[in-house]
């Protein structure tokens, strides 16, 4: 039986997608959105759960705001999803934070204020946001969420909420 050769540049392809594979392990890798939330000048966090908890809508985030001795204190959490999410500040101690939740035919456009005591909706209302949608619907979600205004998430890899108590997982999770 003769051997027949295999290009060199497919086994490089199937081996970087098999590679690819298998780091996207969704059990250890989060998202995580460093801005100043609540408007006061000091570094806030928020992380995702672990990405194997996210659908199409997005997944659940926990804010943490940051306070003048470097610690941070956990003010609430806000399902969203990475690639729809904008804040804007409107006066010093409060940010506001604008998402949208997909579903099948219409999304919900959602506005929270963001505080150092907690996080509270403000308002929400129906958005047909994809193709085919009405014109102004399509130009309210670009408006907060084309990539130069939107929010933007970083990949991480590990365990985003502390598991002892502790602040340490998130204080880990602001740096670099």
Same mark, same amino acid.
């Given at each position: @039986?003769? @051997?027949?050769?295999?290009? =060199? =540049? !497919? &086994? =490089? %392809? &199937? !081996?970087?997608? &098999?590679? !690819? %594979?298998? =780091?996207d392990d969704l059990t250890n890798t989060y998202y995580r959105i460093r801005a100043d939330f609540n408007a006061d000048g000091i570094p806030d966090v928020a992380t995702s759960t672990t990405r194997n908890n996210f659908g199409n809508a997005g997944g659940l985030f926990t804010f943490y705001v940051g306070t003048t001795n470097g610690t941070f204190t956990r003010i609430g959490s806000v399902f969203m999803h990475p690639l729809a999410a904008n804040l804007v500040k409107t006066k010093a101690g409060e940010g506001i934070l604008t998402v949208f939740i997909r579903g099948g035919h219409e999304g919900v456009l959602m506005s929270y204020a963001v505080t150092r005591t907690g996080i509270v909706e403000r308002e929400r209302r129906s958005l047909i946001a994809r193709d085919g949608g009405p014109e102004e619907d399509r130009k309210i979600y670009r408006s907060f969420f084309d990539d130069s205004v939107r929010l933007k998430a970083e990949l991480r890899t590990g365990i985003p909420e502390p598991t002892d108590g502790s602040d340490g997982a998130i204080r880990a999770a602001l740096q670099p």
């Amino acid at each position: @039986m003769k @051997m027949k050769q295999i290009p =060199a =540049a !497919l &086994v =490089a %392809c &199937v !081996l970087t997608t &098999v590679g !690819l %594979c298998a =780091a996207d392990d969704l059990t250890n890798t989060y998202y995580r959105i460093r801005a100043d939330f609540n408007a006061d000048g000091i570094p806030d966090v928020a992380t995702s759960t672990t990405r194997n908890n996210f659908g199409n809508a997005g997944g659940l985030f926990t804010f943490y705001v940051g306070t003048t001795n470097g610690t941070f204190t956990r003010i609430g959490s806000v399902f969203m999803h990475p690639l729809a999410a904008n804040l804007v500040k409107t006066k010093a101690g409060e940010g506001i934070l604008t998402v949208f939740i997909r579903g099948g035919h219409e999304g919900v456009l959602m506005s929270y204020a963001v505080t150092r005591t907690g996080i509270v909706e403000r308002e929400r209302r129906s958005l047909i946001a994809r193709d085919g949608g009405p014109e102004e619907d399509r130009k309210i979600y670009r408006s907060f969420f084309d990539d130069s205004v939107r929010l933007k998430a970083e990949l991480r890899t590990g365990i985003p909420e502390p598991t002892d108590g502790s602040d340490g997982a998130i204080r880990a999770a602001l740096q670099p």
